[in-house]
């Protein structure tokens, strides 16, 4: 069962989400948090609703969106998305036992920077971490274009200047410090055959002593590879 919702925000944006449930009443729910230029709709976070429904009831939201009042990309940061994530859960994690996320690429980074409390536990889908050393290893994917940068990953985005410079700022040392403070367990799934899967650090490195590391073979960052996802 899928309904849709809107939260609107103390900035005068809205935020549109889908809630995926059963229909029963549950004390436990997942929390979706897409990445850079990704959407609620990907496919692995469809196959994740569509599977933990039966028993968790999940949200699924954009970070930004095209409908009226959403959010342009553009205009964002992590902190931006951050505030936005502790905004859904303070509309609607209260009414739940266990609180569980899940973060996809620079939905790592997001979650982390919310740190919200109260979350049972955390899966981060081969997270973005050290943001400055992957724009120095993709540097000729960015190309200054006045207040915005222009991505070009084979299709062309834009992103705030802001978003830029706060991607540079999380290197590894910022990301460890985030790492530290982040309380809840954190369960990092690497791509097998990912760019991240060289970095021996990720959000699970510190903070709760329960953390793990998980790695899924023969995919790529977005996990669209046979079963993988």
């Not at 889908?125 to 992957?134: G, I, M, N, V, Y």
């Amino acid at each position: 069962m899928e309904t849709t919702w809107t939260i609107p925000t103390p900035d005068g944006h809205t935020i549109y989400g889908v809630k995926n449930s059963s229909g029963l009443t549950t004390s436990k729910a997942i929390f979706i948090v897409h990445g850079l230029t990704g959407h609620m709709n990907e496919y692995a976070f469809k196959r994740a609703a569509d599977y933990f429904e039966e028993t968790y009831d999940v949200y699924r939201f954009n970070l930004y969106d095209g409908r009226d009042g959403g959010r342009n990309m553009v205009d964002c940061t992590i902190k931006t998305h951050a505030g936005d994530l502790n905004l859904v859960l303070e509309h609607f994690a209260k009414s739940y036992k266990q609180v569980f996320l899940i973060g996809h690429s620079y939905g790592g980074p997001t979650v982390m920077t919310a740190n919200p409390s109260n979350i049972t536990a955390v899966s981060l889908w081969d997270p973005s971490f050290d943001l400055r050393h992957t724009q120095e290893r993709f540097e000729d994917a960015y190309t200054p274009c006045g207040d915005m940068y222009m991505v070009n990953w084979g299709t062309t985005y834009l992103i705030g200047k802001a978003m830029y410079e706060e991607a540079g700022r999380l290197d590894e040392s910022a990301c460890i410090e985030l790492s530290k403070k982040f309380l809840s367990p954190v369960q990092v799934i690497s791509a097998g055959d990912g760019f991240f899967v060289q970095q021996h650090l990720s959000w699970h490195s510190f903070g709760a002593p329960n953390n793990i590391r998980e790695f899924v073979a023969g995919t790529v960052h977005c996990f669209h590879e046979g079963n993988s996802c």
